[in-house]
Structures are given as structure tokens and as C-alpha cells.
């Protein structure tokens, strides 16, 4: 029997070695292909039965990292999938930390330390984007338990102006909650109002342009119809092409009527450190906004914040009582998330923020904003490739068209998806945008340069026209 209170004396020989081999393979992060050749057969090896009998922690140990091949690669610079980050060395770093110090940050009582981080963690997040320091928030798991959380303050709002606490009395007796929003919806939103009880679908009204964002002049007389409370959504960031919703005008069209403006930013929020853009004006306008740690502020897996302009909002959708809970002053986030058991996030988010500060990230959005009109100009410069769509922001949206081709394009793009992330070099997502097959690799990741983008197209094309050469002879 293996009892861990037997390890006790060898506890530290393990935890040196487990940080030796994860500086290994970090160490081999820019070198190492973001697929290995081996991943789903090694990742497959840890199939079997619980052992009756432990192998004891030093062979557990080894036996894990003997199988880091069946993960990818996705904290490296060639990871262009999912808009993913990585860990800064401080975040890295301080989430080690987090893990052994290994606290429950509900509240002040459970941990002043993580309480403490956690709002001064908050409070230079709004800071960072440029909102207003009367907002409050909260760290999540990710983007769409923000949206959930953000939401659920919506959703009080809104019952408030039917005179229902629905916190309190649940949605008997309400109407369907209407709410608007542009082609750009993401799935994490429309999750998180299925969660809140207000429906995937039969309440969402879109209000679409000709390139899939916000009609706004749909929205203003949508909205005038209607006469009554309405949950609002806009999009910073899409996830194809990286476009957004006009959220200045759309927020001119709230401000005239009882609206809820809700911005899910997941990734493009960080624009408003690259203000030049122009694209995440008006945010600041909003009565809710989040967005993604482990996307662009790179922390690692997993972190997300919601933020309120009416901080009370969150305490009354997430409050929780009991004689043994905690009833202070003192900053609780657990009565302002959804979750009451809570990883000390604020660890990672507090060192990256101190480590590099305002300009650090200003600095890393930026040069992301270069490499990625970097990779739409080798697009366009190639008479086999076709930028789909103005690269705005981090992503490229594009497909590979070779001259000549009579083929089926779709099946062609779908196959060389499959076979860049095959290959393993880069790795990139594939979709469909306006109706054709394309990629979207997004640049994200603190450690990516220029010779990591530059692969992008260049694998591109090499396995395209072995494919397309394929096709021809098929």
C-alpha cells in the first residue's frame, strides 16, 4: 500500500524533479513540433484500470512525464488554435506558486492572501482596459463562465424592471427575456443564457449587417417595437476573422432606450491596448464587459473576469448564507462568482500585471497586431492563397486557392486543415466564413516571432500543393 503520509520525507525529492522535467520541456517548447508524431498513441497509453495497489508517487511521477507527448504543444509560439495564450514567466511562475501554497479564495476568512490579490487583481484589470475604476468584478474559469456571470447581473436588471426579484423568486411569471445581438454571437454566450434559464435561442433576436456584425439602424427600431426591457449584446472579437460590432454606435442606440449593453471581449478586448485601432471604443459604456485570461494576458488554464458597472449586481445573483459562512466587510469573492470553491487565480494574474505592467502587454499586443498583417501580407503576396477578410486585429482569415484548380475548394482547404495540424509545425483552427472553408490562425501567444508566423504560410503551401496535386491525379 502506498499511503501518502509515507511519502511525506520524499515529498521534496518529487517536487524537484517534477520541476526539472517540466524546465525540460519548456525548455524544448520552441524547437518541439506543436503535434508530436506519437500524441493520440501516447496520450492512448494512459488508458487502464484504477490500481489496487499505488505505484507510489516518484513512479507515478515519471510515468507522467514520460508521456508529455500526448499533450500539445499549445503553450509554445506555433500554437495559433482557439486564440490561446500562454504562461508568462511570472504568471507560470506565481500559478506554481498558487498551486502549492494551494488556497480556496472564497473569502477573506478562507485566505486573505488570494482575497487580497483577487481585488487588487481586479482593480488593475479595469485599469489596464481603460475602464472606469467604479466598476467591480470577478475572476472566473473562462470566457464563458464570465459571460455567464455578467449575465446573470443582466438578467436581475432586467427582472427588476418587471418588478420581480429574480434572484430571490425565480422567472415564474416573466415574459421571455428578449435579447439582441449580431452575427458574431459567440456559443459561450448563447451557453450562458441557457444556463440562466432564459434560452439558447427562441430569445435571441439577431440583427445582422451584410458583413455579419450589428445593424445598428435594425437594432434601433427593433428596439423602439419592442418598448420594453431588452438584454443586449455586442461582440468584441470575432472568432473567424477577429472583426467587431460597432460598439460605440450600438451603445448610442441603447442609451436611448431600457437596455442591458453586455460586451463579451473574450480575446478583443485587449484592443483597447492598441487604442490606434479604434476597434474596442465604447466598452467603457457598457453595464457589463469580459474577457479571457488565458487568452491574450497569457496566464495559464484557467482564467477568466467578468466585470459590472453596478458591482451589487454580482453579490445579489451569487450571495450565499449559512451560520458558519462568513459575513464582513472584507473582499468575498465567492458571493460574486458562481463558484464557492475557487483556485487562486488572482495568484497568476497579480504577478504577470506586476512583472510587465501597462506597457508590457501594450507592447506584446502590438507586436501580435504586427506579425498577424505580417502573415496577411504573405497571403495576399501568393498567387495560391486568399485573405478572406481585413485582418483587424490577431486573426488571419484565409483559404488556399491554387491556380488552376478545378477541384472541389471546400474538400481541398477541409483536407489541408487536417493535414497542417497532421504535420504538427503549426497548428490552426479550421472553420467556415461566408460560406467557404478557411483557417484562422490567431496570434496570441507571449513567445511567438517571426519566424513562427512565417511557417504559417509556408506549410500552407507546401502540403496544399502536394494535395492539390493529389486531387488532380486521383
Not at 459590472?308 to 449559512?322: I, N, W, Y
Not at 483556485?343 to 507586436?367: H, I, K, P
Request: glycine share 10%; proline share 5%.
Amino acid at each position: 500500500m502506498a499511503d501518502p503520509l509515507d511519502e511525506l520525507a520524499g515529498a521534496e525529492a518529487l517536487l524537484r524533479q517534477t520541476v526539472e522535467d517540466a524546465l525540460q520541456y519548456l525548455a524544448s517548447l520552441d524547437e518541439r513540433p506543436v503535434r508530436a508524431a506519437a500524441t493520440d498513441a501516447v496520450a492512448q497509453g494512459f488508458v487502464g484500470d484504477l490500481p489496487e495497489h499505488g505505484l507510489g508517487g516518484p513512479p507515478a511521477l515519471a510515468r507522467l512525464a514520460s508521456g508529455l507527448d500526448g499533450a500539445h504543444a499549445s503553450a509554445g509560439p506555433r500554437f495559433f488554435h482557439f486564440v490561446t495564450g500562454g504562461g508568462t514567466p511570472a504568471a507560470l511562475a506565481a500559478d506554481w506558486l498558487g498551486s502549492a501554497v494551494d488556497q480556496n479564495s472564497f473569502s477573506w476568512v478562507s485566505s486573505p492572501l488570494g482575497a487580497q490579490l483577487e481585488a487588487t487583481a481586479v482593480r488593475w484589470l479595469l485599469d489596464l482596459f481603460h475602464l472606469p475604476p467604479t466598476w467591480g468584478g470577478v475572476l472566473t474559469t473562462g470566457a464563458t463562465m464570465a459571460n455567464f456571470t455578467a449575465l446573470a447581473a443582466a438578467r436581475g436588471w432586467w427582472a427588476e424592471q418587471h418588478g420581480v426579484e429574480v434572484d430571490r423568486d425565480g422567472l415564474a411569471g416573466l415574459p421571455a427575456a428578449p435579447v439582441f445581438s449580431s452575427g458574431h454571437l459567440h456559443p459561450s454566450a448563447t451557453k450562458a443564457l441557457a444556463m440562466l434559464g432564459l434560452g439558447r435561442e427562441r430569445p435571441v433576436r439577431l440583427q445582422v449587417d451584410d458583413r455579419g456584425g450589428f445593424d445598428v439602424v435594425a437594432l434601433e427600431a427593433a428596439l423602439r417595437r419592442l418598448d420594453a426591457p431588452a438584454i443586449v449584446i455586442a461582440n468584441a472579437g470575432e472568432v473567424n476573422a477577429g472583426d467587431f460590432d460597432p460598439i460605440e454606435a450600438v451603445a448610442d442606440v441603447c442609451q436611448a432606450h431600457r437596455v442591458w449593453l453586455h460586451v463579451d471581449g473574450a480575446f478583443g478586448l485587449f484592443a483597447r491596448l492598441a487604442p490606434e485601432t479604434g476597434l474596442a471604443a465604447g466598452v467603457e459604456r457598457a453595464d457589463s464587459a469580459i474577457s479571457d485570461g488565458h487568452k491574450w494576458l497569457n496566464v495559464p488554464y484557467d482564467c477568466g473576469f467578468a466585470f459590472v458597472r453596478e458591482p451589487a449586481r454580482l453579490a445579489s445573483a451569487f450571495t450565499l448564507a449559512a451560520a458558519y459562512l462568513p459575513d464582513d466587510e472584507h473582499p468575498n469573492f465567492g458571493y460574486l462568482g458562481p463558484e464557492s470553491s475557487r483556485r487562486a487565480r488572482a495568484f497568476a494574474v497579480w504577478a504577470t500585471l506586476a512583472a510587465y505592467g501597462r506597457d508590457g502587454y501594450r507592447a506584446m499586443v502590438e507586436r501580435h497586431l504586427r506579425l498577424a498583417r505580417r502573415v496577411a501580407a504573405q497571403v495576399e503576396a501568393a498567387d495560391d492563397l486568399e485573405l478572406l477578410a481585413p485582418t483587424r486585429l490577431n486573426i488571419v482569415s484565409f483559404r488556399f486557392v491554387p491556380p488552376g484548380f478545378a477541384g472541389d475548394l471546400d474538400r481541398l482547404n477541409e483536407a489541408l486543415g487536417a493535414a497542417v495540424n497532421e504535420d504538427g509545425r503549426v497548428m490552426f483552427g479550421s472553420t467556415r466564413y461566408r460560406g467557404v472553408a478557411a483557417f484562422r490562425p490567431a496570434i496570441t501567444n507571449w513567445r511567438t516571432t517571426e519566424a513562427d508566423v512565417d511557417l504559417i504560410v509556408e506549410v500552407v503551401r507546401e502540403l496544399g500543393a502536394t494535395l492539390a496535386a493529389q486531387a488532380v491525379t486521383a
